[in-house]
């Protein structure tokens, strides 16, 4: 089975500045996926970047980046020069090969960005 | 652009009522999902679809059933509604790494 962690269940940060959003994961399965999605207040989800286990480099997208660490099996988001319209719940996520198509959310962080 | 879409933003049902949400995606994707998300708990798998009538079942398929009888529609149904099935009711299809959410269903049973 596989299992997403989410410490932070929310964090402020001022406009401009970088904030990292913590994940752990847990998985026996050698190959997997990582995902983040953002959640504003409107509710949709939207997919923002994809780690592969096997992908040498740190996954990036914009202002997003993802920290992965394998051994430590952490997955962190880092999000640079924070915008206001940064403010949403953010969701890691992971689909081990072996599940097939199951998607293993967290539990989400709740980001506010500071004007 | 993918797009997802729920016949409702919001429901308000009864405890016993049968309620069907639907959920239509617009490209020929073959993996459909059916999630609920409550605080602090994340999404949730309740059942998936990789093909027409085809179903597996997810993480919490309790008091639920699917139904795809057609490619670009897949439909949740609560046989029976329950007030511990509030929540929020997402749609996602799959292509290849990415899944693609319609804008979610809250459901409010009293």
């Known amino acids: 089975a596989q299992k997403i962690t989410q410490t932070q269940p929310g964090m402020f940060v001022q406009e401009k500045e970088a904030v990292t959003l913590d994940c752990t994961y847990d998985t026996s399965d050698p190959s997997y996926g990582l995902f983040w999605y953002k959640q504003p207040s409107s509710g949709e989800m939207i997919f923002l970047i994809y780690?592969?286990?096997?992908?040498?480099q740190n996954a990036t997208e914009g202002r997003y980046s993802l920290n992965f660490q394998k051994a430590r099996k952490s997955a962190n988001l880092v999000i640079s020069a924070s915008q206001l319209g940064d403010s949403a719940m953010y969701f890691c996520?992971?689909?081990?090969?072996?599940?097939?198509?199951?998607?293993?959310f967290g539990g989400g962080t709740r980001l506010m960005v500071k004007p | 652009d993918v797009k997802v879409t729920q016949s409702s933003r919001y429901l308000v049902k009864r405890t016993g009522e049968k309620v069907f949400l639907e959920c239509v995606q617009d490209?020929?994707?073959?993996?459909m999902f059916w999630y609920r998300q409550d605080p602090g708990l994340g999404l949730r798998l309740i059942y998936f679809?990789?093909?027409?009538?085809?179903?597996e079942k997810g993480d919490i398929p309790e008091g639920y059933s699917v139904s795809r009888e057609k490619k670009e529609r897949f439909s949740l149904i609560l046989e029976s509604a329950s007030t511990n099935q509030t929540s929020m009711y997402l749609c996602a299809t799959r292509e290849g790494e990415a899944q693609y959410f319609g804008p979610g269903t809250r459901l409010l049973v009293l």
């Open positions: 996520a992971m689909r081990a090969d072996n599940a097939g198509n199951m998607l293993t």
């Open positions: 490209m020929d994707h073959e993996n």
């Open positions: 679809s990789y093909d027409v009538k085809m179903k």
């Open positions: 780690q592969g286990s096997y992908d040498q």
